[in-house]
């Protein structure tokens, strides 16, 4: 009995019980889940009170694009499955050239695909630069309706200095330090061979709250081989995050639209925050029952650029053009990472969300992207840390 009573405080205190009367709707349940009884029953993936929390496992140290040993640091991953060539799995990622650290992303950072053959956890190995320096922020995504890979990335070819040092440059309005404003796309039937379409999402020159647009994040859409919806004729969606002329200001997130992937994107109207909470690194996908969510990198007080630990944070909504809710009292995912070792770090700094999602048009998160920076070091690299029991 006193077992039983401890273990069921324990699992009281890990959110593993339900409590009374945790949600009247599914929104409740961060629509991550469905309210039954008063209690959320959450999707696999997802767990907490309010399913507002990321299952996440201890996985190998082994594992994503960790070059740091090497003096390469990387940043920005994500990964996707070989369409031809079985357990064949590809990372698209930033690599900063020349040995520089994470606070020389700009300019050195250039996009590259590595490869897995032991599953989709990695580790990666370079094979091939995608584009080069200055080049960031690669998300990539199967468009069903274009039969064709869509990589949205900032920035535009650059003259590096040899040693690392940051350096005043511009890719187009609204943003003349670091280069970060404006999105491009590419195109690919393969994952090997690239065709740049040009910067379809300029910033602007104004005082707008996003004259600086960057951190490009294409809707992952619900997808099987056999679902038409996501082969319908919806515009393209793009999340990114806005802030005022060289980034003077808050950092804030909304979504644009263009009838195809190539035109020119514009924000959905009204051009406003589509939630007040400041964040950035928006990554946003479709679930199995046609709801949007969000992850992002929270800068509130607790989060930020290693000013606390609960950096991961999720938001959803019933469309994709909102009404958005960030939901402000669970933590999607911390600093914090356990390996299957039993080792744990605190990391310093943990961006960039991505998750690779099962195949079968659940939607299951399966594996969570991330980039680290240590506590102490100049270097980052790429973690990638399992969900549930997806695997
Ligand atoms: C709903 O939950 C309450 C409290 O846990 C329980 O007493 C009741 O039997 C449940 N009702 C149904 C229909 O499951
Ligand atoms: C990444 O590589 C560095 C350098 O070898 C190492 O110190 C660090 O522990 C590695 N990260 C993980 C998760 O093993
Ligand atoms: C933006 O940054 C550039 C380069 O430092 C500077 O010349 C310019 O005055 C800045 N503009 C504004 C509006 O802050
Ligand atoms: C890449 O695509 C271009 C344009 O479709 C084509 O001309 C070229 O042959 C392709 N190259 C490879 C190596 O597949
Ligand atoms: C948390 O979110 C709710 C719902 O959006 C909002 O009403 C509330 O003001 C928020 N609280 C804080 C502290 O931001």
């Known amino acids: 009995m006193k077992h039983f009573v401890q273990l069921t405080l324990l699992a009281s205190a890990l959110g593993l019980l339900p409590q009374a009367l945790a949600c009247t709707n599914d929104e409740d349940c961060g629509l991550n889940g469905v309210c039954n009884n008063n209690t959320c029953i959450c999707d696999p993936g997802w767990t907490g009170n309010d399913c507002g929390r990321l299952d996440l496992r201890p996985g190998p140290r082994a594992n994503g694009y960790n070059l740091t040993g090497q003096g390469t640091s990387s940043w920005c991953n994500g990964i996707l499955r070989d369409p031809q060539i079985k357990d064949l799995y590809h990372l698209i990622v930033s690599e900063f050239t020349h040995g520089c650290g994470l606070d020389y992303w700009s300019p050195y950072s250039r996009i590259i695909r590595a490869e897995s053959t032991t599953g989709p956890l990695g580790p990666y190995t370079f094979k091939q630069e995608i584009a080069p320096s200055f080049a960031h922020n690669p998300s990539v995504i199967w468009s069903e309706k274009d039969q064709r890979y869509l990589m949205y990335n900032i920035g535009c070819p650059q003259q590096v200095p040899s040693t690392c040092q940051n350096v005043d ?46 951190n490009p994040a294409p809707l992952h859409l619900r997808y099987t081989p056999r679902n038409p919806a996501s082969a319908r004729g919806a515009p393209t969606i793009l999340a990114y995050r806005g802030c005022p002329y060289n980034c003077s200001g808050a950092e804030l997130i909304t979504i644009a639209t263009a009838p195809d992937y190539t035109s020119p994107y514009t924000p959905i109207h009204p051009s406003a925050p589509i939630f007040p909470e400041p964040s950035e690194d928006p990554f946003i996908w479709e679930d199995r029952r046609g ?40 933590v999607a995912f911390t600093t914090s990472v356990e390996f299957e070792d039993g080792s744990i770090v605190e990391y310093f700094r943990r961006e960039r969300p991505s998750l690779f999602f099962s195949e079968d048009g659940e939607m299951r998160p399966l594996l969570l992207s991330t980039g680290v920076q240590e506590v102490g070091e100049g270097a980052s690299y790429s973690l990638i840390q399992p969900i549930g029991d997806g695997l």
């Open 169 to 214: 440059f511009t890719c187009g309005p609204g943003n003349a330090i670091n280069g970060e404003s404006g999105i491009s796309v590419w195109s690919s039937p393969d994952l090997y061979n690239w065709t740049y379409h040009g910067q379809v999402f300029p910033g602007t020159d104004n005082n707008a709250w996003d004259a600086d647009i960057t």
């Open 291 to 330: 709801n949007f969510h969000m992850l992002v990198h929270s800068l509130l007080p607790d989060a930020g650029f290693g000013d606390g630990p609960n950096v991961g944070r999720h938001a959803y909504a019933r469309s994709w053009a909102g009404p958005w809710t960030f939901n402000n009292n669970s």
